[in-house]
């Protein structure tokens, strides 16, 4: 039961993400050239929805499915690893014309060539693994 609530949400999501056009190369590239503001809608939505739900949750005491309270750990001031990571994933959107979500979505929709994105995003994602103890931390 539990693994069809997950893919009833990914269905969802492609849904949402296709029909608001953010899997669309061309909205992510008028957005890296200041072109369109519909992707910095969308982003700026979520950013939004998501700190409405972080107060809620810290103002209402919630507790997760096993009835732990949520905690949120303190804010890390190391911005130096941070600034990296988001130019690798910005350069890395920029190339491809998709971030980790959509990827998937473009794939559904039949663009094949996103295996290839999806390999380089495990690829990725193992190197780090490997180099962790040696990266900014």
Known sequence: M???K???TGIFFGIVMTQSEAVSWYRIQEM???QSFIMYGIIGTAVLTGMVLIALI???RMRDSQGQPIHFP???RR???YLAGGTIFGLGWAMTGACPGPVFVLLGQGYGVMLAVIA???AGTYVCVLLGD???Q
């Open 74 to 76: 303190d804010k890390d």
């Open 79 to 81: 911005w130096k690893k």
């Open 120 to 122: 380089g995003a495990l």
């Open 58 to 60: 810290k103002r209402l």
């Open 2 to 4: 539990k693994t069809i």
């Open 32 to 34: 890296f050239r200041f």
């Open 6 to 8: 997950f893919i009833l």
């Open 134 to 136: 040696r990266l900014p």
